[in-house]
């Protein structure tokens, strides 16, 4: 019985060591979860200005962070366009408030010409709230993002992002980041058309923890219906008409914060490498615009 006794307080020593380390984080392979103060899980929207060609462009992110501060997100493009968890759109017209028109990212848009679709995130947010992320463009490219993140600040993410390969070089560019802490693109929207202002268009949209969907009516097609998947600001979806389904298709919306009394959706339909819109719609770098839609 003597000896059950010592083994049994040898047992609880090493119990209590373990613990011990687990607390101090010494295992676990990164800082411990009390030491990560920075929260960046959910819906954000970088802001790049200051870019090589200067052509300002805003990469949307659903991240996920773990309890050691890595961060991730994944996401693909096709030749229609973003799809998964991150996406990015290229802005034309400047300041934002004045946005004209929009395009989104799809294989083959990377200037190097060889594009294995992989646009996903990786990255890290430290105890001293420093962060670090890298966008894997293609395979050709790699974007990095660092910066300091104050989630009581606004924008409560500042940095800089680097890039490169042949499509951005060693340029330097700025960027603000927005953590969306209300869903985003949720909300009642009206507009015209981009081809005729007398073709009225009210959209009513929800967005469930990224899944979107809506309905709406256009004066001259009818109504619509639309279900999708939303990434920070931005949004694909597949458009359903119900008595004109000739105009059914895949359609993007990028909610732009400033553009508007409480902002407004650009919607268009993705090209790919057709430089032709079919129905005369402003064209903006393979992306038509479909109409400009301001939240009501």
Sequence with gaps: MKFFGIRLSVYWLVLGVSLGLVACGGIGGGPSYSSINGYMTGPWDFTVTNAKGHVPFVIEANLTQDHHGNLSATGSVTANGPTGDVSDVFIFGSPLSAVEGIAVDYLGYTCTGTDSGDRSITGTVNSSNQVTLNQNDGGTAVLTITGTLDNSATP?????????????????????????????????????????????????????????????????????????????????????????????????????????????????????????????????????????????
């Design 156 to 296: 409560p993410f500042t940095g800089t992002l680097t890039s490169s390969g042949t499509c951005g070089g060693n340029a330097t560019a700025t960027v603000t980041g927005q953590y969306l802490i209300s869903m985003p693109l949720t909300g009642n929207y009206a507009g015209t058309s981009a081809v005729d202002n007398s073709e009225n268009i009210v959209m009513a949209l929800t967005n469930t923890n990224g899944a979107l969907t809506g309905d709406g009516s256009d004066s001259t097609l009818g109504n619509f219906t639309l279900t999708g998947n939303a990434v920070g600001n931005a949004f694909s979806a597949t458009l359903t008409y119900s008595s004109s389904p000739g105009s059914n298709g895949q359609v993007f919306g990028y909610y732009d914060r400033e553009l508007g009394a409480r902002g407004s959706i650009l919607l268009v339909s993705p090209l790919g490498e057709n430089a032709t819109c079919p129905n005369g719609e402003p064209g903006y770098n393979t992306s038509c615009l479909l109409a400009i839609l301001a939240m009501q």
